[in-house]
Every structure is written in structure tokens, then in C-alpha cells.
């Protein structure tokens, strides 16, 4: 089970960086076919929020793949 | 065993927890289920659907925020204490709802006017942020361990309620301004959208006065007097790698699917009907009214049945039947409210024509409205504005507005169907607060679990029926292209939750 873990590890990151990377794409096309305020704020909105999570999931998948989710903390002790 | 007073104490807790937070969730919505009327009152009026974006976005802007919200917030109450920190957000949150309804419209102030209203959202989405987590928070250190799930469950319900309550206060609005019907619409989207905002003010005035009576939790009251408290609980939830990884694992693993489940089914499903398939105003609304009342037992049955076999298969089931149901259960609301199949039944369809005369401004107003009544029952009604000048001109109204009406079987079937996506929320959410509760320790609990949960059900769900909209205008031969968004996140969450979340319950969360 452990061994699955680390290898979505993988997956996790590589899915990270290609799913924002489709996400910029698609708002540079949406913005370039309809070059309004409207569009501009609503795809720079979602690039914007995006990017501190997709940071958040690449480093979900880099603990993975490393193996900080074999054990869970079963107390407070193991947190702080 | 719990003593008596153990009992009373708790059942006061949760009653001053969760009417505080039903009102605050009350306050949040009505500005989402207003969206139309706003954009009318506060944007440029050019094109209706970039009016409707406008206020969308304005809608997402009040859920971008509350992560920023959770941060602030929960490190006042990880420093200063539960009790005045989501005090302190009860009373922005109400002062800013409140102050809503008090902008005059673009017409009179310009773009000051949706600046404005920009900026008290942002303080609504703030508020938001840090008052959910100060409640679960609150209510599960005063919980007895093998109650937990039940206990905060009962503040599980508060969102689901706020927006009950704020549906209904909105139609009983919008049906008592006027002895005639269509003049009480006509003065409710003139100036009485603006009366369940003013509303506000009394309920959170009456829930600050519960709150200022209870007392701080008893765990932080311990950690205090030991001068335990954290020093940076915003530096020891993201910067310790062991706290950050539950950060993110409550994230990814639980909240982003739950919250993308929980606006698909009462949101977006409210959208879709109103918006996509057409369904009258008032019957959109009273469908999902009676979904919700039906639903919402199961929030406290799914909470309760968390504390027996576990939080996690909970959540999963509801996110699993999200995602394998979600697009039948859209198909078939298409075919209820449909009529192509179904022929004119000419007996009883007719036109109504009313002439609003003349009142000094040159112009009448005759109003066309065409029943058409089809064999199936639908009642398809179409309104037709025409201006009538003086001069004998007449400018007709530049897009007729139609709107479906079901018969009874119809209706209860679309509340069944409703009913069935309320379900989902209600097993993904139900359990969550206490699952949240126990993945973190005391001293930087109200921080810790705000984050994920704010992220989750803020950016990923309240995006949803933003970006389900969007996705239905980018592409328009597929009525459910908007679906896949909370499909596929919820599918991801739902892997990641199997594979890397425990089932396990952490009984001691007084550490």
C-alpha cells in the first residue's frame, strides 16, 4: 500500500503541473478570442487562485512520493 | 455518562454555535440567490449575462477570500480565544450584509456603487472564513469523545439552513409587497430585494446576545492559563512539515470534493433550474426549500453514524455517488421539465394582455404573457414587453422572458431529484467539522482546520457554479458540460481520501 502512495506521489505532481499549465493555456485562448474586462479579470481571477494551490498540490505529492503519508500521526505529539 | 448539567451545558453550546452560524451563512447567501437582482441594480446594464458574470465574480470574490479570512481569524482564536473571535466576525459579517442593503444603485452613484458592494463582500467572505472553524472548534472541545461526529453535526446543518432561510425569507419578501402579484415582484426587484438584508441585523443582534453569555472552551481555557497558547499558529499550521501535511491532506483528501459537492447540489442544481431548463422563479426556489427540509435530518443521521464506523468511508461514499450519479440524475431533471416530446393542448392554453397606463412619462406598458399548456402538464409561460409612446410608437421588449411551471408529479419529481444531490452533501459533509476537529492539536486547531476547509469548500466549491456557467458558454452543445468540473475534482478527492486518509477516530483532542 505504501509503495502505491509514493507512486501517486508522482502522478500527483505531474498532474499538478500539467492541469495549471492547461489552465494558463486556456485562459490566454479565451482572453485572445474575447480581449474584454470581463474575461481578463474572470481567467486572471482563476490563474491567480490557482497558483498558490497547485503549489500546495505539488507539495502534497512530493511528501507522497516520499513517504510522509505511510504513517498518520495518531496523536498531537507527532504534530507539534 | 454524561451529568444534566453536562447535557444542558452542550445542548447550549450548539444552540449558540449554530444560530450564530446559520446567520452568517444566511447573510452569504442571500447575496448568491439575489444574483440577478444585484447585477441589475449594481452593474452597467449592457448585457444582462456580463451583468450576471459581474455579480458572479463579485459572488466568487466573497469565497476567494475566505482563506485570508480563516488565516486572520483563526489566529486571533488560536491566540486570543474562540469565544470573541467569532464574535468578532458575527458582527462584521452582519454590519456589512446590512450595509448592502443600503447602496443606492449604479443609476444614482456610479461606479461607486459596485465598488462598495465589492468591498463589503470581501468583508462578508472574510467574516465567513473565520467563523466556521471557531464553531466546530467551539462546539467539539465542549463534546464528550464518542459524540463528537453527532454533536457537530448539528453546526453541519447551519449552511444548509442559512440558505433554507434565506430562500424563504426572500419569497415571503417578494410575495408580500403588494397586494397584486406581479406588483410585488415589480417592487421587490425595485428596492425590496433589499429588505432580507436589513433583516439581518435583527438576527445577528440576537445572536450576539446569546453568544456574549457562553463562556471560552474549556481546552483553551487550560492551554491559556498554562501559557501553552501558540506564538504564530499561522507559521506552526504551514511551516511544520508534519501539521503542514494534514493541511494539505485535509484538503486534497476531503474538503475540495466535499465543497464541490455541496454547491453542485445546492447551487448549481439552482442555476441549472432556473437558468438552463427554465423552471419558474418561485417553483425553482420552493423545490429545493422542500429538498432541503427533507435532506437535512440526515446531516445529524451521517454525524451520529461518524462516531460508530469512522468518518472516512462517510465522506467517500458521498463523493463517490457524486460522481457516478451526477450526470444521470442531470439527464433526467432535462427530461421532467422538458416538452418536445409533448403537444399543445390548445383547450387550455390562452393570453393574457395587461396595459399598465401612461403615468406622466410619456410611455405605456402592455404586458403580453402567452400560456402555453402542454399535454404533459408543463405550463410554459412567455412574457412580452411592449412600450407604447404617446407618439403611437412602439418598442418592443428586447428579449422575451419565459419560464416553465411543472404539474404536481413533475415537481415532486424534481425535488426527489434534488433531494438526491442534498444526500450526497449531507454524507460528505455531515461528518467533516469533527473529522477536521480531531486532525489537529489544540494550540493551532482553529487555524489549522479553517485553512483546508475554506480552500476547499470556499475556492474549489463556491467556484463551482461560476465556473460551471463558464464552462456552459464556452462550450454550448452540451448541456452538462458544466457537471464536469465538480465531477472530476470530486473524483480526484475521492482518490486521494481512499488511498491516504485514515478511517481511524482520534479520541483525544485535548491535547
Redesign the interface.
Known sequence: MNS??KF?GII?ML?GVGTYGILVKTALT?ISIKPTT?TI??WS?FVI?FLP?TI??L??GW??FKG??DH????????? | MQSISEKKLIRKVIFASSVGTLIEWYDFYIFGSLAPIIASQFFPKTNPTAALLSTLATFAAGFIVRPFGALVFGRLGDKVGRKYTFLLTLVLMGGSTFAIGLIPGYEKIGFLAPMLVLLLRLIQGLALGGEYGGAATYVAEHAPSNRRGYFTSWIQTTATLGLLLSLGIILITRKSLATDPSDSIRVFEDWGWRIPFWFSVILVGMSIYIRLKMHESPMFTKLKAEGKTSVNPIKESLMHKANLKMVLLALFGATMGQGVVWYTGQFYAQTFMENTIKIDFEQTRTILICAIVVATPLFIFFGNLSDKIGRKWIIMVGLLSAVVLYRPIYHQMISVASVTDSQVDNSKSHIDRVLKPNTGNGYSLQNTTTFTVYENGITEKKIHVDTLYSSGIEKPQLADKVSKELPTNRYWMMVALIFLQILFVTMSYGPIAAFLVELFPTKIRYTSMSLPYHLGNGVFGGLTPFIAVLLGTMYTGDLLVGLWYPIIIAGFCLLIGSLYLSNKTDNNVND
Open positions: 502505491i502512495k501517486f500527483w498532474l479565451q470581463d479579470v474572470q481571477i487562485i494551490i500546495g498540490f507539495i502534497f511528501l507522497a510522509a503519508y498518520l500521526p495518531s496523536s498531537s505529539d507527532e504534530i507539534v
